[in-house]
C-alpha cells in the first residue's frame, strides 16, 4: 500500500499598474526570459503565462499589462486582460514600487483587487533603489489600506526577496494537478515571442509616443532543420513613426533586427534568419480587426 502523496498548483496573477516591475519579476521567478521589460510604461499588451516546476508543486504565475485609465481600443483590452486574470487565480500579487508612495494608479488598482475576494500579497519592488528605512512607513501605509496576506519588498532586479515571496506563494496554492509538463515554461508559441522580442528593441531604441505606436506581425515562420526564416512587418500609426524605426540610412532598423536576432537564437537554440518591413497602418489600435490579428 501507498499513501496518496499530494501535489500543489495554482496560479498567482502579477497585477500592479505600469512600469513597476511585473515581467521583471516573472522572468527572475522562472530564471528565464519569457516577457519583454523596458523602461517605458504600458511593455506587456497580453497575459503572459510561466510555469514554475517545484518538487511536487507548479506555480503558474500570470504576468498581465499594467492598469492604467484606457485612451485606445488596444489599451481597454489590455486593462480588460488584466482584471479578468485576476478573476481566475488563487492569489494576487498585487505590485507596487518602493521609491514612491501609493499614488492614484495603485490605488485604482487595489480598488480592483478589494472588488474581488482573492487573497493579496502586497509585493514592493526595487527595494534596490531605496534604503531599508524607507520601507518602514511604506508598509505601514499599505497596511492601513488592505488586509493584505502578506508583505515580501523585492528586488526583481536583483533577485533580493524573490525566494521568499515563491515559497510564500507555494504555501497558498491548493492540492491540484499538474497542469503544464514538465519542460513547458510558457503556452507563448514561438512566433508570439518573436514578435514580442522584435517589438522590446524597438522599445529600446525609440521614445515618446512611438512605443505605443508600434506592433509586431509575424508574416512568415519557417523552421528548416535548425534553423528559422522569419519575415515581419512593424507596424506604426504615421509616415514619421515610420522614419524613426527606420532610421538614417535603415540604421534603427537594422540594429532593432540584429539584437532581435541575437535573442531569438538565445531562446530558441537555432540560427535565425530575420527579415523586417516597417509598414503605416493608421489608428491600429483603434481598428478591432487589426487587433485581433496581431493578438491582442
Ligand atoms: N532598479 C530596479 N529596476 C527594476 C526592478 N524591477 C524592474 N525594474 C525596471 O523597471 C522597468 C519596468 O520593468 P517591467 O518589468 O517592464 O515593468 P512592468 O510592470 O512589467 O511594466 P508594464 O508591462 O508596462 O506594465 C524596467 O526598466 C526594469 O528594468 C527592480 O527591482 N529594481
Ligand atoms: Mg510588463
Redesign the pocket.
Known amino acids: 500500500m501507498s499513501a496518496a502523496v499530494s501535489y500543489r498548483s495554482g496560479f498567482v496573477a502579477l497585477v500592479?499598474?505600469?512600469?513597476?516591475?511585473?515581467?521583471?519579476?516573472l522572468n527572475r521567478i522562472l530564471g528565464e526570459k519569457i516577457?519583454?521589460?523596458?523602461?517605458?510604461?504600458?511593455?506587456?499588451r497580453t497575459r503572459i503565462l510561466g510555469v514554475k516546476h517545484l518538487p511536487g508543486a507548479q506555480v503558474v504565475f500570470l504576468?498581465t499589462?499594467?492598469i492604467h485609465k484606457p485612451k485606445f481600443e488596444l489599451n481597454k483590452r489590455m486593462v480588460d486582460v488584466a482584471l479578468h486574470v485576476l478573476d481566475e487565480v488563487d492569489l494576487a500579487c498585487f505590485?507596487v514600487e518602493a521609491t514612491e508612495p501609493p499614488g492614484p494608479g495603485d490605488r485604482f488598482v487595489l480598488e480592483r483587487l478589494k472588488e474581488r475576494d482573492v487573497p493579496a500579497v502586497l509585493v514592493i519592488?526595487?527595494?534596490?533603489?531605496v534604503k531599508k528605512l524607507r520601507l518602514l512607513p511604506l508598509i505601514d501605509e499599505y497596511s492601513r489600506m488592505h488586509r493584505f496576506a502578506e508583505i515580501v519588498p523585492?528586488?526583481?532586479?536583483?533577485g533580493d526577496g524573490v525566494d521568499r515571496l515563491l515559497e510564500l506563494a507555494l504555501a497558498r496554492m491548493p492540492e491540484g494537478p499538474s497542469y503544464f509538463a514538465e519542460d513547458v515554461v510558457t503556452d507563448q508559441p514561438m512566433r508570439v515571442l518573436a514578435a514580442e522580442i522584435i517589438r522590446e528593441k524597438l522599445l529600446q531604441k525609440t521614445r515618446d509616443e512611438l512605443p505605443f505606436a508600434v506592433a509586431v506581425f509575424i508574416d512568415s515562420f519557417k523552421e528548416e532543420g535548425r534553423m528559422a526564416r522569419i519575415s515581419a512587418t512593424v507596424y506604426v500609426e504615421k509616415d514619421s513613426q515610420k522614419a524613426i524605426v527606420i532610421g538614417k540610412h535603415g540604421e534603427i532598423l537594422k540594429a532593432v533586427g540584429t539584437h532581435a536576432r541575437i535573442d531569438m537564437e538565445n531562446l530558441f537554440g537555432m540560427k535565425v534568419f530575420l527579415e523586417l518591413w516597417v509598414k503605416v497602418k493608421a489608428s491600429w489600435r483603434q481598428d478591432e480587426r487589426m487587433l485581433v490579428e496581431l493578438g491582442y
Do not use: E, F, W, Y
Not at 500592479?16 to 519579476?25: A, M
Not at 516577457?35 to 506587456?44: G, L, R, V
Not at 519592488?125 to 533603489?129: A, F, G, H, W
Not at 523585492?154 to 536583483?158: E, I, L, P, Q, R
Open positions: 500592479g499598474r505600469p512600469n513597476v516591475g511585473k515581467s521583471t519579476l516577457a519583454i521589460i523596458s523602461d517605458k510604461p504600458q511593455t506587456t504576468d499589462p499594467g505590485m519592488n526595487k527595494v534596490d533603489l523585492v528586488s526583481a532586479k536583483t
